[in-house]
């Protein structure tokens, strides 16, 4: 079979004023890259890391796209291919939001899951028919097919911050059987979990030479044997992991810390005895808590967001997540304010999780903004965020170290982040760390939601 050259890109996006740059590998483009045949030569792209060479050689160009963010830069890159006489591909979550506009921007899009799907758009691109548009929402394939990203495709010292290698990304079922007001993943993925077989899992994540990842499941939680199982067969690869919600029991609290929890992303909703008690109880198993905090829905009034932001004072959070909610497609949260009028701006660069792109009920967009840019003073005030996070990695680091799989950085990265020159003249104390990068990155497929 001819070999096909396809160059793979990730498109940057414009990170929060006063956001340190930490910039993860991402996930999407390596799992879609694992479901093309062999005879297409991929050449991976990620923008937020390294310069696109559009005069490269190649046959075929796919956009890889997760954030709202990335969609308008997205579609600026495939119009310079276009220049060169490119065809665009365009696939991802970003993608499936937004289709409506891509289809005007790409020659064709995919919607959906790609494995065993993958080959026949590029066979119709090679027989000259390719279609404008591949829809395989809601017709999911068998979730056994998934199988390891391409992860070599990964130029792993630009995703490395002064020797410090970032955590990889990995998914261990898809779907949601929840289907939270703010949140597209029921539209995404299906209002199914769908968990991957463990065994898949465990050699899978076996395979993963990183040792810390992040289990980007939008809830472990969801069915409580399955997650026991997962947790005693990936124990004894001793990775150490950070994910979102886990069942609120101790046998499984305990289970997770054995097998290499090492902090959770917890919704922070209320202020409710609750809260506080799931906090202190994943500390008692020795997890730490990063709180979510979202603002701007419709049931919280200007009171209600400063008691919050109090209240966050009364629970030992490790770190804490700000976000404003934002509206995105295929969300009831976008249906229900579009409906009422309430959406003033539909510029995708603003769907940040950090700006107000809405009328809130209770409060002015200003006010809003007001108290988002508030809590995060507020919470960091007497301890800055990169301190906070200096801690939650030294714990990981001792639990490594007690156990033998403690990797000290590399030296020869020490002057380095993300592939560029370390500027020790400067020190950026306004830091809004690596942990601001894992919720923006799954902005749009948490049941808990942010942004």
Not at 180 to 186: Q, R, T
Not at 246 to 262: F, N, R, S
């Amino acid at each position: 079979m001819e070999t096909i050259k396809l160059k793979l890109i990730y498109p940057k996006w414009n990170k929060l004023p006063g956001q340190t740059t930490f910039n993860l590998p991402p996930h999407g483009p390596v799992a879609f890259a694992a479901t093309l045949p062999e005879y297409v030569d991929i050449s991976f792209t990620d923008e937020n890391v390294e310069p696109i060479d559009f005069d490269e050689e190649c046959d075929l160009v796919a956009l890889s796209m997760m954030l709202t963010t990335q969609v308008k830069r997205g579609w600026a890159i495939a119009e310079e291919y276009h220049k060169r006489g490119k065809t665009v591909l365009a696939g991802g979550i970003s993608t499936m939001l937004h289709a409506e506009e891509m289809v005007n921007h790409v020659d064709s899009v995919f919607l959906g899951e790609s494995e065993g799907r993958s080959e026949q758009v590029i066979q119709d691109w090679k027989n000259g028919c390719l279609k404008k548009i591949y829809n395989y929402i809601g017709n999911m394939p068998d979730i056994a097919t998934v199988g390891p990203c391409r992860r070599d495709l990964y130029k792993r010292e630009l995703y490395n911050h002064k020797g410090v290698q970032m955590v990889d990304l990995f998914n261990a079922s898809r779907g949601c059987r929840f289907s939270c007001y703010p949140c597209a993943v029921s539209y995404l993925g299906g209002r199914k979990f769908r968990p991957r077989p463990v065994d898949k899992v465990v050699e899978d994540m076996a395979g993963i030479e990183n040792n810390r990842l992040f289990i980007v499941d939008n809830s472990l939680a969801q069915d409580k044997q399955w997650e026991m199982d997962l947790f005693r067969a990936i124990a004894p690869l001793k990775k150490k992991w950070i994910s979102h919600t886990i069942e609120d029991d101790p046998e499984v609290l305990d289970l997770a810390a054995k097998a290499g929890a090492w902090y959770v992303y917890q919704a922070v909703y209320d202020t409710s005895d609750y809260i506080k008690e799931r906090v202190k109880r994943y500390h008692d198993y020795g997890i730490g808590v990063e709180g979510t905090i979202l603002f701007g829905l419709d049931n919280q009034t200007e009171d209600d967001i400063k008691r919050l932001i109090d209240f966050l004072g009364e629970i030992d959070l490790d770190l804490a997540e700000f976000t404003i909610f934002a509206p995105f497609p295929h969300t009831k949260g976008h249906d229900d304010l579009l409906r009422q009028g309430r959406i003033f701006d539909f510029d995708w660069d603003h769907y940040n999780a950090g700006q107000v792109v809405f009328q809130p009920k209770h409060m002015s967009p200003e006010k809003l903004q007001d108290l988002y840019d508030y809590a995060w003073k507020s919470f960091y005030a007497s301890e800055t965020q990169e301190s906070k996070m200096f801690r939650l990695f030294c714990n990981v680091a001792l639990r490594e170290m007690e156990d033998g799989t403690y990797r000290p950085r590399d030296r020869r990265l020490a002057n380095k982040s993300f592939g560029r020159d370390v500027d020790r003249s400067k020190r950026n104390v306004n830091v809004r760390t690596e942990s601001q990068q894992l919720v923006l990155q799954n902005a749009e497929m948490q049941s808990i939601q942010r942004s």
